[in-house]
């Protein structure tokens, strides 16, 4: 044991969105009881690689006595987490469960509702692409509109999508846990700097992983300088809805 340069977790800061996870290479950071946390001093090297990707600020590097950074552990503890997920992935697939994880990827079935008749619902959509990364900041479509960020499943869990939520509106669509967050966040930002919108809103599922879409969103805001107000509307995974 030595004193040396450590990564350090606010739990009261902590969401638990996950953005964290995937930036450490030697999986020293799990999410455990809703928070991220270090799950053995060894495998955090103190080079700080998910710094940047915390919305809340929530870790930091400190300096204090522990274990000596253990490459060769790190990379079987690294090679454990990965038998595991296979073996979890194994299990949902022949079982139908998929044991302790995160509520985005937990297998769950509910009953669906019957509509109260059978309607044709026009499309909502007004322009193209929806995709955050296929868009341009400077499409023309952007010109004083009222913008939604959406996270992918919402619209599928939403059943009035697009008459609630997208009528009117330039609909932008994106994973905050499966995709480049930090992208995310640099095109958000740059258009907001290109255009003078309306209004913008954050949609995203109940899940703490997607909450990562409201943060980054909240970030882009700052840094483009825009004095724009944010609206959270949050779906519950059996698609009630709400505002955050």
């Given at each position: 044991m030595?004193?040396?340069?450590?990564?350090?977790?606010?739990e009261?800061?902590?969401t638990?969105?996950?953005?964290?996870?995937?930036?450490?290479?030697?999986?020293?950071?799990?999410?455990?009881?809703?928070?991220?946390?270090?799950?053995?001093d060894?495998?955090?090297?103190?080079?700080?690689a998910?710094?940047g990707?915390?919305?809340?600020?929530?870790?930091t590097?400190?300096?204090?006595?522990?274990?000596?950074?253990?490459?060769?552990?790190?990379?079987?503890?690294?090679?454990?987490?990965?038998?595991?997920?296979?073996?979890?992935?194994?299990?949902?697939?022949h079982?139908?469960?998929?044991?302790h994880?995160?509520?985005?990827?937990?297998?769950?079935?509910?009953?669906?509702?019957?509509?109260?008749?059978?309607?044709?619902?026009?499309?909502?959509?007004?322009?193209?692409?929806?995709?955050?990364?296929?868009?341009?900041?400077k499409?023309?479509?952007?010109?004083?509109?009222?913008?939604?960020?959406?996270?992918?499943?919402?619209?599928?869990?939403?059943?009035?999508?697009?008459?609630?939520?997208?009528?009117?509106?330039?609909i932008l669509?994106?994973?905050?846990?499966?995709?480049?967050?930090?992208?995310?966040?640099?095109?958000?930002?740059?258009?907001?700097?290109e255009?003078?919108?309306?209004?913008?809103?954050?949609?995203?599922?109940?899940?703490?992983?997607?909450?990562?879409?409201?943060h980054?969103?909240?970030?882009a805001i700052?840094?483009?300088?825009?004095?724009?107000k944010?609206?959270?509307?949050?779906?519950?995974?059996?698609?009630?809805?709400?505002?955050?």
């Amino acid at each position: 044991m030595a004193l040396r340069q450590i990564v350090k977790i606010d739990e009261d800061k902590c969401t638990g969105c996950g953005l964290c996870i995937p930036k450490c290479a030697e999986g020293a950071l799990q999410i455990i009881d809703g928070k991220a946390k270090l799950v053995d001093d060894k495998f955090c090297d103190g080079l700080g690689a998910c710094l940047g990707d915390c919305p809340e600020g929530a870790i930091t590097i400190i300096e204090r006595e522990a274990d000596d950074f253990d490459i060769e552990a790190a990379e079987e503890h690294v090679k454990e987490l990965h038998k595991h997920e296979e073996k979890e992935a194994h299990a949902h697939a022949h079982h139908g469960h998929a044991g302790h994880q995160c509520p985005s990827s937990q297998a769950m079935t509910f009953a669906s509702k019957e509509p109260v008749k059978d309607v044709d619902v026009p499309s909502a959509l007004t322009s193209w692409p929806v995709k955050i990364e296929l868009v341009s900041p400077k499409a023309p479509f952007f010109g004083n509109a009222d913008v939604v960020v959406a996270a992918d499943c919402a619209a599928f869990a939403y059943g009035n999508f697009h008459n609630d939520i997208m009528k009117g509106k330039v609909i932008l669509i994106g994973c905050p846990k499966l995709s480049d967050s930090e992208s995310y966040y640099h095109k958000i930002t740059a258009i907001l700097k290109e255009n003078d919108l309306r209004s913008l809103s954050v949609v995203h599922m109940e899940v703490p992983c997607c909450f990562g879409l409201v943060h980054l969103v909240e970030k882009a805001i700052e840094t483009s300088g825009k004095d724009i107000k944010l609206k959270d509307i949050v779906i519950g995974i059996k698609g009630d809805l709400h505002e955050g």
